[in-house]
């Protein structure tokens, strides 16, 4: 099959046909552009109104100077109440509580257990029974603990220096 039409014609037709493509494309770039505008509207009206709203209560809101006294009062009660609150961690605790042993103990295992009545658990082994006891005794007399146990075998040297203690309290 063979083209009829001149070459000029040709060229007219073809730029014709791109025109038209391009034509067409332009419309559907400028349609999905509206369509996302029309998708973002919303949003666009929720910003604005959210800025109008935050404008009307700045507005409308009372003296700031009351605002930053009642700040500066409960910053100060903070700092007072600062003392009360717990502010040990449970690193610090098996810090504290391994500063207590005597030098011929060993501690082999720590174990922690948090929940509403926290535990520590010490397994460990000393040279002589007196040392557990001394050990136990010490740690007795921290605020933080509310009850510290060690099996009776234990403290009267029934056994190859073995023991474990076990710690509950706030911490």
Do not use: Y
């Not at 034509?23 to 770039?29: H, N, P, Q, R, S």
């Not at 557990?132 to 009776?152: E, H, Y």
């Amino acid at each position: 099959m063979s083209n009829l039409l001149p070459i000029q014609e040709r060229r007219g037709a073809w730029s014709a046909v791109r025109a038209r493509g391009l034509l067409a494309f332009g419309i559907f770039l400028i349609l999905s552009a509206l369509c996302g505008a029309l998708a973002l509207a919303p949003s666009v009206a929720v910003v604005h109104g959210a800025l109008a709203q935050e404008t009307r209560d700045a507005a409308a809101a009372p003296n700031r100077a009351e605002d930053t006294q009642a700040l500066i009062e409960a910053q100060a009660l903070l700092v007072q109440l600062a003392g009360v609150q717990s502010t040990s961690t449970p690193a610090s605790t098996i810090v504290d509580v391994l500063a207590k042993r005597s030098p011929g103990m060993t501690i082999s295992h720590i174990t922690f257990t948090a929940g509403t009545f926290p535990t520590l658990s010490f397994v460990g082994s000393a040279l002589k029974g007196d040392d557990i006891n001394t050990f136990r005794a010490a740690v007795s007399k921290d605020s933080r603990f509310s009850n510290v146990a060690v099996p009776i075998s234990a403290l009267v040297g029934a056994g190859d220096g073995d023991f474990t203690m076990t710690i509950n309290g706030a911490f």
